[in-house]
């Protein structure tokens, strides 16, 4: 909580307020869409969250990203959290390893036992993630809901539909415009990678053979003290995503652009063309704008593609479709 309070009231209104307005416009779900079937949802979401995130802070980094993974694949669907089953051995999940699986599991259990079958697992993803930039930014944004639970989920998607770290600026704006996100979307999003961990495997080739020049050099010659020349079947060790301040989600990230102390092609692409570039600086500049931004952002991707009315289910366990 003292993290909050460094915000003054007027700036969290403002962003609250803010964040209402640039969204409004892309209305399609309603705010509030449990208030009476299960008026504890928020609630009962955010303390567990808080809770799970107090006792082990990469928790909120984790969320955040299993956030973005379920919405830019087949919509916010909670298509992600399918485990392999005989009917489906290859879903999302069995493509790129995520972590937080077992926080949803816990978050989901807490509201099925308040509100049994009446809250989405994709709803729960959307909520869980805006109280983990709460716990770990210190702001707060308004989150629609009615999102509905797919059941379709394969492995191959993803593939397909998740921008890979050694995109360049080119392919990265393709891969959020596909998802009716823009520009100002894709710089303000990447402020995630203020918080959480990496595997070395995702920015070695700007290590070896040589440092990328476009990487701040001490900052390679730290990372290759933890992230040696990859060797086959060697174990893959984990950075923070940001050297300073690793576990707060704020406009750091863009202030380690700024100085090339960022670990992924793609992270430093955003540098590359001149209006990227310059939401960059404008967000390592201004705080109170990025997170703005950010929440509207977020808010955005939370509406992509999503499943309602009588589409899909609400499922039981967030693993696994209601039999
Ligand atoms: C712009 C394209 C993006 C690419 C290419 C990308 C790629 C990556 C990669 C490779 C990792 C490290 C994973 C690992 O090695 O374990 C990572 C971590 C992370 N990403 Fe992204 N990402 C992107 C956008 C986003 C967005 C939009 C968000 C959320 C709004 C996000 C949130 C995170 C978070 C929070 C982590 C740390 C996860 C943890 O510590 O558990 N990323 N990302
Ligand atoms: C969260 O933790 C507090 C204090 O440990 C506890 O009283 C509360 O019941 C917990 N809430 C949930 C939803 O787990
Ligand atoms: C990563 O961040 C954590 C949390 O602040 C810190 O304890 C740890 O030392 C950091 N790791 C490195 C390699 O800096
Ligand atoms: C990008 O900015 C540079 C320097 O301000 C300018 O010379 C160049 O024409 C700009 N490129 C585009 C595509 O706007
Ligand atoms: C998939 O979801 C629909 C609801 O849209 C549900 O009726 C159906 O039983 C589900 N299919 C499977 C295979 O579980
Ligand atoms: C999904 O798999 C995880 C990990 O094996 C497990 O903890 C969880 O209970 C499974 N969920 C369902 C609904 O089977």
Known sequence: MDKMVKLTCVQLLMVAFQATLITMSSAEL????????????????????????????????????????????????????????????????????????EAVDKIKAAVEAVCPLTV??????????????????????????????????????????????????????????????????????SGAHSIGVAHCSGFTNRLYPEVDPTMDAAYATD???????????????????????????????????????VLFTSDAALLTRNDTAAKVQENAGDSLLWKVRFAASMVKMGNIEVLTGTNGQVRKFCGAINS
């Open 223 to 261: 990372l290759k003290k933890t992230c040696p020349a990859p060797v086959s079947g060697a174990p893959d060790p984990v950075v923070n995503n940001s050297a300073v301040a690793p576990t707060m989600l704020s406009n750091q990230f863009f202030k380690n652009a700024v100085a090339r102390r």
């Open 30 to 101: 309603p705010y509030d869409f449990y208030s009476s079937s299960c008026p504890k949802a928020e609630e009962t979401i955010k303390n567990v969250v808080y809770n799970l995130t107090d006792a082990n802070p990469s928790i909120a980094a984790a969320l955040i990203r299993l956030h973005f993974h379920d919405c830019f694949v087949m919509g916010c669907d909670a298509s992600i959290l399918l485990n392999s089953s005989n009917a489906n051995p290859q879903p999302e999940k069995s493509a790129i390893p995520l972590a937080g699986y």
């Open 120 to 189: 989405s697992c994709a709803d729960v993803l959307a909520f869980a993630a805006r109280d983990s930039v709460s716990k770990s930014a210190g702001f707060s944004y308004h989150v629609r809901s009615g999102r509905r639970d797919g059941n379709v989920s394969k492995a191959s998607s993803v593939f397909t539909n998740m921008p890979s770290p050694f995109f360049g600026i080119e392919d990265l704006v393709g891969s959020f415009t596909r998802k009716g996100l823009n520009v100002d979307d894709l710089v303000a999003l």
